[in-house]
């Protein structure tokens, strides 16, 4: 790597930071004014900064100033389109995903065909947690201490969890329940930093078509609903508030 930084490259892409001075190669090389593209194993787009916290022994603040985006990504077998059907899930499944909200939707799974090899899954799909540390954002994880109020203020200034993109792909009939429950992390920890009333307008605005749900639209990525009724100061209305 020392060697590959004389060349003074515009653009690095490093295998994996997995030690601390593979990680503090990548966070010189971003302040240099690099490009950087690696990769860090976490469970989810916020867990670098623990991870990183751990590895470098620095603040926050430190490296995510030069942090573009984060993406933590889950590859899930898709339900074979050819054979695919409604079911009831598992009550278990149900509550451990939704608690005591009612999705409003149908769930699909693969019966098994020619086409799938009646395996009745069809490939994978992706599901993409991005995550954007925006200076409002990197500011305010200098009072933040736990790797719960880490995601707390995440997902209060915009982030949109796994947790929705999984209800997203559920409700596509792309996914089943139990392809969700296993892929998503912290499932019960996500469902109460959103809080019931913003995943029902959440779930509202999927049914009445505000929001499409494949997360390529403009409103996908940056509008869902109102935080207690108010918007915030660039007038984007964000996923949810804690």
């Known amino acids: 790597m020392d060697e590959f930084m004389r060349q003074d490259p515009d653009i690095i892409m ?31 787009s916020t867990g670098v900064v623990p991870r990183m916290r751990e590895l ?3 603040k926050a ?9 984060v993406m933590a990504q889950r590859l899930v077998k898709k339900v074979c389109p050819h054979c695919a059907e409604k079911y009831t899930p598992d009550k278990e499944d149900i509550r451990l995903y939704f608690g005591d909200i009612d999705p409003g939707f149908d769930f699909y799974r693969g019966t098994g065909c020619e086409k799938c090899d009646y395996d009745g899954a069809d490939g994978r799909i ?4 991005i995550w954007l540390p925006t200076r409002k954002i990197v500011s305010r994880l200098r ?21 929705l993109v999984g209800i997203d792909l559920m409700r596509q009939g792309k996914i089943t329940l139990k392809r969700a429950v296993e892929a998503v992390p912290n499932i ?3 469902r109460a930093l959103l ?24 409103e996908d990525r ?6 207690a009724g108010k918007k915030r100061d660039n007038g984007a209305v964000y996923y949810c508030g804690i």
Request: net charge negative; glycine share 10%.
């Open 14 to 44: 490093l295998g994996e930071a997995r030690n601390k001075r593979s990680s503090r190669i990548a966070v010189e090389a971003a302040q240099t004014g690099h490009l950087v593209f690696t990769t860090m194993h976490t469970e989810d």
């Open 188 to 190: 019960e920890e996500d």
């Open 143 to 163: 009072d933040a201490g736990t790797d719960y109020e880490i995601r707390q203020a995440a997902i209060e200034n915009g982030l949109k969890p796994l947790y």
């Open 61 to 69: 603040e430190q490296f995510l100033g030069q942090t573009k985006a």
């Open 195 to 218: 809080g019931r009333t913003c995943i029902r307008q959440y779930l509202n605005n999927l049914q009445q078509g505000r929001l499409s749900g494949n997360g390529n639209s403009a």
């Open 126 to 129: 992706g599901m993409h947690e």
């Open 222 to 227: 940056t509008v869902a609903f109102s935080v």
């Open 56 to 58: 470098l022994e620095m």
